[in-house]
Nanobody, 128 residues
């Protein structure tokens, strides 16, 4: 049973930075594709970023491209989301997700049903 634990969320002013972490246990971290999603109140959960099994490829939602960076440390079984230039519209609960299936063609890894494992989320609030 794969368990994911997110951390690093909090309250930050617009223009600030946060780094989210997601530690995985109970599975083969290095064999999985990992992603981040977010859900704001009243909105659907939306794709943010994803990273390939080897970490050599990444893909981002247009809304975060150039501001957010996803990375992974297989030795620590942890995936990260570094966020810079935060905006009030980035306010949401951020979820880590993973799958041992899927495709390294990351354009196909932008939907919720592409992932099998989910964390409980960490709140990010950006004040204006």
């Amino acid at each position: 049973q794969v368990q994911l634990t997110e951390s690093g969320g909090g309250l930050v002013q617009a223009g600030g930075s946060l780094k989210l972490s997601c530690e995985a246990s109970g599975g083969t971290f290095g064999m999985a594709i990992w992603g981040w999603f977010r859900q704001a109140p009243g909105n659907e959960r939306e794709f943010v970023a994803t990273i390939s099994r080897g970490g050599g490829s990444t893909h981002y939602a247009d809304s975060v491209k150039g501001r957010f960076t996803i990375s992974r440390d297989n030795a620590k079984s942890t995936v990260y989301l570094q966020m810079h230039g935060l905006k009030p519209e980035d306010t949401a609960v951020y979820y880590c997700a993973g799958t041992n299936g899927g495709s390294n063609w990351l354009m196909t890894m932008t939907t919720r049903d592409a992932y099998d494992y989910w964390g409980r989320g960490t709140q990010v609030t950006v004040s204006s």
